[in-house]
């Protein structure tokens, strides 16, 4: 942090329309943010003198606490959840991205699609067994699997209907997490699978795992060998601590940038095959039918996609100065490798700051500055990863997917600023 | 993952006494790892036909929840409470470090220290000061903060007085994380302090802000402001979410690599001055008398530090065989560059693998395999860093400051494994 020399003076100048600033302005001095509106008044200085103490310093504060919580002020940060009426344990629940910062997302706000409800798992009855094409079936514990070596991963997962509100004719109005929340970013550590297959021993014609989860439904899904030996983790731990039941607990299947019905929760088989099993989650569900006719299948890879969660709809500018405009930038296919924002409608671009570390398949937080005029404003962001994928304009996705799409969506964002400073959802 | 080629075979030798093996291993074959005791054997495949469904498949799950819990069998993964008798708000908790994987610390794991309790903070009713030897003394609410830029960190804090049960004459019989737990690591996001004292503007003799907590204590200590513009974080945000209470809601400082008192919580001062206040807190506690009759005082950086995990007391290894021994370390300094791990008492060393991303001032993971011959053997670790710290033996660290020490206690830790797989802490 330094002042901002006078060379710096051009920084000041936008770097496209709508008034967004140089993205290095950020490591430069407060005085450019601190102008204007964003000053509390000295009215308000005055109107709580230092020596003035708070209740809460007048009397000591509450003990120590075994497991700590959320501040009861903090009550509306929550999962939201749209569950089937006459299956309440059938649904989803969304993580709020539009109230988190950075890139974890707490254990508990991890988003949930469950489809027969969280099964209570007793560990010490639990068993995972592999077994079909392998010359060694083998049956694991919990104890067996905490004995072997473990790997830890930051990476996103991502529901493969996240978002999908995006197809709808009208733009839905909602907070930006209760739109596309059913992503979030954990670390997970655990057992590689390719240590234990290798050690179950595939057969040469096994070429795919039918995973089987041990909810209700028994759940199961296909998954390419190549993808199990390549990054797959039979993960324990996430953020640190054992799974909570509704991510898994005791063990479930993580597959890196790949869709979220593939990372099985609850594991309990993996059965090596020449085919997929063609369950209904690939046949019925989780597949795409194209204006051609023809359905796409076996969507494994997330793509490109990014959103701008501060500002977003259900918040509002206090008028004209500086902000920053922030969000969260993913991709399937390895590290996100720039984020474009755009202030304008999509007319000019610029290029966010990206928060170290830049971690691939992982949740990367963009930032720029902007200096809104108070003129009607149209914000976007486009995500690049480091394979070539570009984040589209809605109008490309519908063109090359149709419009009764209901996977995969990941078209570009549109909120539009109305002079009174709020915030809601366009598609423009 | 591939196989182990004939050519890897020399990576079975050991690396160092005591049975350390190559830490690439782990990017070989699981055919290591699967042989012997830490398979399941065939008996216990035969006890549960993957037919006979657990009763938590026979019905639907739970339904969906707002915020999540950890599951009521992980319910002994908690800080351990040590607090003053006459005073249950005075005192810490630890992490159970014994009980984690990965970096991360979640929230209600975080170790806590308390001056006098934790202050039940409504956001709404909360300044910070900004004042003294400022041309512009400045209150800031939680939601003008909440307006200014952010930066993210992901970052270890650790109280200078962790660990300092190493002084005991003898060594005490705890577990690892309720021994070296008051260390915790998290993504920590909010406003860089520059930006604010930047637009407070020093000026010309303030060398030192002193820090106030709103607690019942009004715990003050000292920075320096060269910290402050450096790297400096006003967090709002712990892990994705807002802070939780016993963290700092609704502002906590957050000094990476420095002495946790310093990360002051509840943060509603900062007095720019030209020296130190001199608090309880700088002067009889977190100081230091060397055996010379002189005091450490102002020992901000936290040093090299490392500790194996696992195995640790209170666990048990089944036998001789292959496991992983894994743990944490951290540096003040900056990145950890090196882990090296001993499994003969320190006579040889070998270098452990460190999971990416090794980041500054943060937790680091290593892991490397070791075959156990059922002997007596004493594991211990050390930790270098990038700027050339190297974590000392208890022998040398009492050498240099005395056998009375209490804080910044960061000497190499010994667990002894007994032939019957148990492990206990010995000075060696």
Known sequence: MRKLAQSDSDLLSPVAGGGLLDRRL????????????????????????????????????????NYGEPSPYENKTIRWIAANAKAPANGISWTPLHRLEGIITPSGLHFERHHNGVPQIEPARHRLLIHGLVRKPLFFSIDDLLRYPTVSRLCFI?????????????????????????????EWSGVPLAVLLEEAGLEPGATWLIAEGA??????????VAKAMDDAILALYQ????????????VRLVLPGWEGVLNVKWLRRLHAAEAPVMARNETAKYTELLPSGKARQFTFVMDAK???????????????GLYQITGLAWSGGGKVSRVEVSADGGKTWAAAALQEPVLPQCFTRFRIPWRW???????????????????????????ERGSQGYFHYNAIVSWAVAPDGTISHVYA
């Open 215 to 224: 909810d209700a439904i028994a759940m199961n899904v296909s998954i390419p």
């Open 26 to 65: 950020f490591l430069k001095t407060g005085l450019v943010f601190g102008a204007a509106t964003l000053l509390p008044s000295a009215a308000a200085a005055s109107a709580q003198p230092i020596d003035a103490k708070p209740p809460w310093m007048l009397r000591p504060g509450a003990p120590f606490s």
């Open 306 to 320: 990014s959103l701008i969660t501060h500002p977003s709809p259900g918040m509002s500018l206090n008028g004209a």
């Open 239 to 250: 953020n640190g601590e054992r799974l909570r039941p509704e991510n898994g607990y005791p």
């Open 373 to 399: 005029s108070g003129a009607p404003a149209i914000l976007k962001s486009r995500a690049f990863d480091e394979t070539g994928r570009v984040q589209p304009e809605r109008s490309a996705l519908l063109a």
């Open 158 to 186: 991502e529901c493969g209907g996240n978002s999908n509100a995006g197809w709808h004719e009208q733009p839905m109005q909602a907070a930006a997490g209760y739109f596309h929340g059913l992503a979030s970013c954990s």
